[in-house]
């Protein structure tokens, strides 16, 4: 199965409308948001894209209690704080907005995935572990959704047949 994997939309619901087209052109029916919405409604645009949306918050969602009240919780799962450990098609996943804690999580040995946002950079790589759960855990990042501080936006596909994720550029 197919993921979208988002972070740092910083308001750019435009952007998220291409996203989503995109996504929806290739079958995705869940998504995850790793974080800086910034404002609630960014938030109602993924609440009425047609995909569901696992999220965590990020450092620049300050109007929390307003976001929430714009999504429908069955479309939007949004957490408490700004990570959560979570399974999807088989696969144990670590969600978080900061990379400092992705790093923990992906040396622990315990997921096969984690996923973080924050510095606005794409990256993938596999850590591999000796004495874990798992012998290897995808940490990636799938840059700004919103194309903040980068040269394009960008977003993940995280394909959980293979543990590997597609970074996806709009030009």
């Not at 197919?2 to 052109?25: C, M, N, S, Y």
């Not at 939007?76 to 959560?84: A, K, N, Q, S």
């Not at 994720?165 to 709009?170: D, I, Q, S």
């Amino acid at each position: 199965m197919q993921l979208a994997v988002l972070a740092d939309t910083h308001d750019r619901g435009e952007l998220l409308d291409t996203i989503i087209e995109q996504l929806k052109a290739r079958g995705i029916t869940h998504g995850i948001h790793l974080g800086d919405f910034c404002a609630p409604p960014v938030l109602t645009i993924l609440s009425e894209s047609g995909i569901h949306w696992t999220c965590v918050w990020g450092n620049c969602d300050a109007d929390r209690l307003n976001s929430a009240r714009r999504v429908d919780p069955a479309k939007v799962d949004l957490p408490v704080t700004e990570h959560r450990a979570w399974s999807y098609a088989g696969r144990d996943v670590f969600l978080t907005h900061y990379p400092e804690i992705a790093h923990i999580a992906a040396k622990c040995g315990e997921y096969d995935a984690v996923f973080y946002g924050h510095n606005h950079t794409a990256a993938a790589e596999l850590v591999a572990h000796t004495n874990q759960t798992k012998t290897e855990t995808l940490l990636a990042n799938p840059g700004s959704a919103g194309g903040v501080r980068v040269v394009s936006a960008s977003y993940g596909i995280y394909d959980t047949e293979t543990n590997r994720m597609e970074h996806v550029v709009l030009a």
